[in-house]
């Protein structure tokens, strides 16, 4: 079964530093990763996602993540902090179900925090 | 134009009533999703439906039943909520094995 794992249920950083949000996964086939964010009470909204085309992947808002077979790793990546980075993100895999209906498998979640 | 929406956004109700939860899609995907998301924000699949056909059905009370009337509605009814209940309700779509896109959310709160 595929499941998720983020280190760091808080991360804080700097405004300017750079944003580094770790996430591995462990999947029986090759995976579909993805990353999302939530700002307070509102819905999830997709960062960016991996489906086994280019190892790097660029999302919205500058950032980035890289699949690293190897590691079985996912991180997310943003050069520059801005305050408007604070939220909740998520980290998810594929779940294959059959039927043409994967849902998704999500990690527990990093909180970000912005220190102007 | 909203591309998922969920009704009502808020919903707060007495143990042991029935509540039903709506979710639309303009979207055009096959497939849709209910999730849950309780307190520590913590986000697990319920059921997902493709084309109106019931594919994912986690461990969840059978006093929770998904309907999927045609592909662009998915809605959710729970029966003699219970307090362990209260949690942030998402509905999502996909058109498989793309990206989900989800919707606001409904907060459900029984007292």
């Known amino acids: 079964a595929q499941s998720v794992t983020q280190l760091g249920s808080h991360v804080s950083v700097s405004e300017g530093a750079l944003v580094l949000l770790r996430c591995n996964y462990s999947?029986?086939?090759?995976?579909?990763l993805f990353w999302y964010v939530q700002y307070p009470n509102q819905g999830l909204q997709l960062l960016l996602k991996?489906?086994?085309?280019?190892?790097l992947v660029k999302g919205i808002n500058g950032f980035e993540a890289e699949f690293k077979k190897s590691e079985t790793s996912f991180h997310l990546t943003k050069p520059s902090a801005h305050m408007s980075d604070a939220a909740e993100y998520f980290c998810a895999v594929n779940i294959e179900a059959g039927g043409g209906a994967d849902g998704l498998t999500f990690g527990k979640g990093t909180h970000l925090i912005i220190q102007p | 134009d909203t591309a998922v929406s969920q009704t009502p956004k808020y919903l707060v109700t007495q143990m042991g009533n029935d509540k039903s939860i709506k979710c639309e899609q303009n979207?055009?995907?096959?497939?849709m999703y209910w999730y849950k998301q309780d307190s520590k924000k913590f986000l697990k699949i319920m059921f997902s439906?493709?084309?109106?056909?019931?594919?994912i059905n986690e461990t969840v009370p059978n006093r929770f039943s998904p309907k999927s009337p045609d592909k662009a509605h998915l809605n959710l009814h729970i029966n003699s909520l219970e307090l362990g209940d209260s949690a942030v309700y998402f509905c999502?779509?996909?058109?498989?094995?793309?990206?989900?896109?989800f919707g606001p959310g409904t907060r459900l709160t029984v007292t």
């Open positions: 999502a779509s996909s058109q498989v094995p793309n990206e989900q896109y």
């Open positions: 999947s029986s086939v090759p995976p579909y």
């Open positions: 991996y489906t086994s085309a280019a190892t």
């Open positions: 439906y493709n084309n109106k056909e019931l594919i």
């Open positions: 979207l055009g995907h096959d497939t």
